[in-house]
T-cell receptor, first 115, second 113 residues
Framework: AQSVTQLGSHVSVSEGALVLLRCNYS??????LFWYVQYPNQGLQLLLK??????LVKGINGFEAEFKKSETSFHLTKPSAHMSDAAEYFC?????????????FGTGTKLQVIP | GAGVSQSPRYKVAKRGQDVALRCDPI?????LFWYQQALGQGPEFLTY????????KSGLPSDRFFAERPEGSVSTLKIQRTQQEDSAVYLC???????????FGQGTRLTVV
């Protein structure tokens, strides 16, 4: 079984401040890990994904995440928050054991950016 | 179109009514997923298609839920005798292949009253 836990359902940061969204995973096999962003009334958009290559993954919009096996973590960061980053962010895991991406999502973290 | 299209965007159903939700995937995409996203929750897997074959329906919450993709393109999620707990956003995602990026539609928000 696989799962992800996102710490903090709401995070507020000031514009220009560091963004840190936390995610811990559980998987019985080497995982594929994802971060998705969801803007209001929109579908999910892939920010970045980890598939066992480099542990530091760079994504779109200046976001990056680091896979730490020892901590079973995949936290999402961005050095400087922009107002347009306000959205809900989902961490997700897929084990590909069935030959396809059966993705399990976390409960999401809403990011508020304060001017 | 350029992306995954879902219709209707919003659906209000009376309890006990049957509903059908449509997903138009990106042309040529082999894989298609349906997810259910309850308010304040992350999406939860419902079912997976590879072309017209439904390879995994383990996430369908009851036998009132049925999905099909008869020609390997458009998919329909049908919910019979809707209940209030079925109220959620239903998301469809398509992938060019089983191991490529998933593209999500905007979802259908179903409200059962």
């Amino acid at each position: 079984a696989q799962s992800v836990t996102q710490l903090g359902s709401h995070v507020s940061v000031s514009e220009g401040a560091l963004v840190l969204l936390r995610c811990n995973y559980s998987s019985s096999v080497p995982p594929y890990l994802f971060w998705y962003v969801q803007y209001p009334n929109q579908g999910l958009q892939l920010l970045l994904k980890y598939t066992s290559a480099a542990t530091l993954v760079k994504g779109i919009n200046g976001f990056e995440a680091e896979f730490k096996k020892s901590e079973t973590s995949f936290h999402l960061t961005k050095p400087s928050a922009h107002m347009s980053d306000a959205a809900e962010y989902f961490c997700a895991v897929s084990d590909h054991s069935g030959g396809y991406q059966k993705v399990t999502f976390g409960t999401g973290t809403k990011l508020q950016v304060i001017p | 179109g350029a992306g995954v299209s879902q219709s209707p965007r919003y659906k209000v159903a009376k309890r006990g009514q049957d509903v059908a939700l449509r997903c138009d995937p990106i042309s040529g995409h082999v894989s298609l997923f349906w997810y259910q996203q309850a308010l304040g929750q992350g999406p939860e897997f419902l079912t997976y298609f590879q072309n017209e074959a439904q390879l995994d329906k383990s996430g369908l919450p009851s036998d009132r839920f049925f999905a099909e993709r008869p020609e390997g393109s458009v998919s329909t999620l049908k919910i019979q005798r809707t209940q209030q707990e079925d109220s959620a956003v239903y998301l469809c995602a398509s992938l060019r292949d089983h191991d490529t990026e998933a593209f999500f539609g905007q979802g259908t928000r179903l409200t059962v009253v």
